[in-house]
């Protein structure tokens, strides 16, 4: 039996549940590989993780999609989910659960929810008269709109006017709770700056939101009054509590959250951030249940420094991205070349000189011309080394040794650019200390054991570096892991920690190399530039 005090922490996270009006794209896809960076990181460290991702499959927009389609609503949701768990698994995404809106279940969870919101007297009926845009499933103000009656985040669709009876929910309510609720946590909006949009808008007074409509067929009924379905965003929120129950597990409130809830964090595009920093908060208020640890916005992608829109033509498909330059590429670039909470761009050959500069050259390359010299000079095999047989001013010790700790604050605070950055910085010195020590000529003077300790010192580096970065690319720094003589495979998943525990790969010096070490290969081929670039 294990007892309390030796139960790992558990973490549970989620992807935004995605529309399912069209393939996903590289903004799903974005999303969806930080949170699994995350995930990885938090399995990393021996914690148990819960990772959800899934799809929003009602409402209007999905219903017209269909139309179009001229299909049945459900097949088309069925062929677009399809395309969602090939993608995740292309970009090697270890999600735990995938909760489908559509999910019987699910149902019984929305349902037993709205009840108890009902019960608490925070639902009422009215007259909705205002704009709508269908590709938000949101109403916007006269004043959010542009002049032609666009809204700005869908400039090729028009707001449409409605003016029909909706069951409304009373957030106005809750106004005083969430002040308060986002000035004694200032960790549950993140980063600051989105905090800040949240606080101001907050501040000039909310308004009670409709949660019903009259004219879309393709939703939950309202239970006690069939002419209306559940709107989309209402269902969508508590699509996150029914992908927490265990797949034989009765559908009820009380089994959703008995394991996992609250959930610690629920990672999100900057779009999405009112439906979940405002209203979602209020609703669980409304149906006093405890609320989630920390709301994440995250900025948005731009390709060559212009928004992406099929109307410009320069959308970026994650199916070709991947299929071209392989999982742990993609996710290298947009991990660490942008910083998570800002806007970030995405420029092909930009792609391609980055991966190619840190993860060809810099590691790939200092792992192989190192392990060479090992086979040349030392037969393969290291004797037992370790930091405490290197000089206190070893210029890879002394960034070694801190590495671990400052990297682990960079991710605890999703903040992959710098941790990565601070990686980079031990093997781009890595590489200038194995030129400046030339151990090709302390080999020839015979002084074995400088050589052998030089060699240590830098595939120790390599070694960290790898480890440390292998939530980001884990098919990459497995390799990295094999060449060294360990059998890890850094998709493993929950067995990680056992198998390579934290608290010792995660130190410089700590890990004796004397085993043989393989023959070097190349661990990371240069990618191509995208036809008629060159470096
Ligand atoms: N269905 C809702 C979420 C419901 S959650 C209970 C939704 N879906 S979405 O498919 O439209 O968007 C999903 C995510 O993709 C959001 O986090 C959004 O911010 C993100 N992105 C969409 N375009 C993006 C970029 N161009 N760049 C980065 N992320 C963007 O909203």
Same mark, same amino acid.
Request: proline share 6%; charged share 15%.
């Given at each position: 039996m294990t007892s309390e005090k030796t139960k790992?922490?558990?973490?549970?996270?989620?992807?935004?549940?995605?529309?399912?009006?069209?393939?996903p794209h590289v903004g799903s896809a974005y999303t969806t590989m930080i949170a699994d960076v995350i995930a990885r990181y938090k399995r990393l460290t021996g914690e148990e993780v819960l990772l959800i991702t899934g799809t929003d499959e009602h409402g209007q927009k999905i219903q017209r999609t269909a139309e179009e389609k001229k299909l049945p609503p459900q097949e088309h949701c069925d062929q677009i989910v399809s395309k969602f768990e090939e993608l995740w698994h292309k970009l090697d995404i270890q999600y735990n659960r995938f909760s489908r809106t559509t999910a019987p279940r699910h149902q019984a969870i929305v349902n037993e929810f709205l009840q108890r919101v009902w019960e608490n007297n925070d639902i009422y009926l009215a007259?909705?008269?205002?704009?709508?845009c269908v590709a938000c499933e949101e109403f916007k103000e006269k004043r959010e709109l542009l002049e032609d009656g666009c809204c700005p985040l869908h400039p090729n669709t028009t707001a449409e006017w409605r003016d029909e009876e909706n069951y409304f929910f009373?957030?106005?309510?809750? *106004?005083?709770?969430?002040?308060? #609720?986002?000035?004694?946590?200032?960790? %549950?909006?993140q980063p600051e700056s989105r905090r800040n949009e949240i606080l101001n808008f907050v501040n000039q007074g909310l308004q009670d939101f409709s949660i019903s409509r009259v004219n879309v067929e393709w939703g939950f009924p309202i239970p006690h009054d069939a002419n209306h379905t559940i709107y989309v965003w209402f269902d969508a929120l508590l699509g996150y509590v029914t992908a927490l129950l265990e797949p034989e597990q009765e559908p009820t409130l009380d089994n959703a959250l008995s394991q996992w809830w609250p959930i610690n964090l629920h990672l999100i595009g900057k779009d999405i951030l009112r439906f979940h920093a405002i209203y979602w908060p209020a609703m669980l208020m409304s149906a006093k249940l405890p609320?989630?640890?920390?709301?994440?916005?995250?900025?948005?992608l731009t390709k060559d420094? *212009?928004?992406?829109?099929?109307? #410009?033509?320069?959308?970026?498909?994650? %199916?070709?991205?991947?299929?071209?330059?392989?999982?742990?590429a993609v996710r290298y670039y947009f991990l660490k070349e942008i910083e998570c909470g800002k806007d970030g761009d995405f420029n092909e050959t930009r792609f391609v000189n980055i991966v190619n500069a840190d993860l060809a050259n810099d590691l790939g390359n200092l792992l192989n011309r190192t392990l060479g010299m090992t086979q040349k000079y030392c037969q393969g095999s290291?004797?037992?080394i370790n930091a405490a047989d290197l000089p206190q001013e070893h210029p890879l010790k002394?960034?070694?040794?801190?590495?671990?700790?400052?990297v682990t604050k960079a991710y605890e605070k999703l903040k992959f650019n710098q941790g990565c950055e601070e990686i980079l910085t031990l093997i781009r010195v890595g590489n200038k200390f194995i030129d400046e020590q030339a151990p090709w000529r302390l080999f020839k003077e015979g002084k074995q054991t400088e050589v052998e300790k030089i060699l240590y010192g830098v595939l120790e580096s390599v070694r960290l570096a790898a480890y440390l970065l292998a939530p980001i690319i884990p098919n990459l720094s497995g390799k990295i892991y094999q060449q060294?003589?360990?059998?890890?495979?850094?998709n493993q998943g929950d067995r990680l920690n056992e198998v390579a525990p934290f608290n010792q790969h995660s130190q410089w010096g700590k890990l004796i190399l004397n085993q043989t070490l393989a023959k070097p290969q190349p661990v990371f081929a240069k990618l191509d530039f995208p036809s008629g670039d060159s470096p």
């Open positions: 790992p922490k558990k973490f549970a996270l989620t992807t935004p549940l995605y529309y399912v009006n069209g393939l007259q909705q008269q205002g704009w709508y009373k957030l106005s309510k809750y *106004q005083g709770q969430l002040e308060e #609720l986002y000035q004694q946590n200032p960790q %549950f909006i609320l989630p640890q920390q709301i994440f916005g995250h900025g948005f420094g *212009q928004k992406m829109g099929k109307s #410009l033509g320069n959308t970026l498909d994650p %199916f070709q991205l991947v299929e071209k330059y392989g999982s742990d290291l004797p037992s002394t960034i070694g040794s801190n590495l671990g700790e400052s060294l003589g360990f059998s890890v495979d850094f």
